[in-house]
């Protein structure tokens, strides 16, 4: 488990590690066209992230924002890969030399939703540095360093009334000291994004077959 005296995991950058547990708060909203579909904001309800699709490419590629709308990251699909993999660049680039990490499901066929990453200064991708883990249907995973029982970070889904009655879909996360929390919810985001895929295969078929 990482703890106050763990070196820091500064995926996207050190500005994101605290020395303390940071629990944020992911706002998904169900229908969303103009604006962002994700907001993510700290235990005061203050706005630190938010996500938007590019127009044109909505399906995939998404921007993770700061409060100010300066973007931090941009999130890539490959597409026509059979594990679903996504990369993610510094900024808005799309550029290889901007690459901070690779994220892509561990298995073609998951019953629950594995997800292994891979950080971008590595020659070879046969060992992952970090694991995700956990179910979308039951809205919680559990974040690993590599493949080792170390948790950096877990997701939960709270249910208020409000956010039903709005068509929106909440989230706790804890991500565990001196760990980036931007990393940690653009993962989450990517969680997101493959699972809706395959959602959306799922409905496909069973359409197909009425």
Known sequence: MAGVNSPPVGVISPQFCAPY???LTIVRKLISITDGNFA??????NLVFKVKGKLLTIHDR??????????????????LTAHSRWQVFRGDSSDSKDLLFTAKKSSIIQFRTELD?????KNKQNVCDFKVK???????????????????????????VESIMLGKETFGVTVYPNVDY?????????????????????????????
Not at 196 to 205: S, T, W
């Open 134 to 160: 956990g179910s979308w249907l039951d809205k919680s995973c559990i974040i690993y360093a590599a493949n080792s029982s170390n948790i950096i970070a877990q997701m939960h889904t709270k249910h208020t």
């Open 62 to 79: 998404r921007v993770l924002l700061d409060s100010r709308g300066n973007p931090i990251v941009s999130l890539r699909q490959k597409i």
């Open 182 to 210: 931007a990393f940690i919810v653009a993962l989450v985001v990517i969680l997101n994004e493959i699972n809706e895929d395959k959602d959306d295969k799922n409905h496909q078929k069973s359409s197909t077959k009425k």
């Open 117 to 121: 990453v891979f950080l971008s200064n």
């Open 40 to 45: 993510v904001a700290d235990v005061n309800g």
């Open 21 to 23: 547990p940071v629990d």
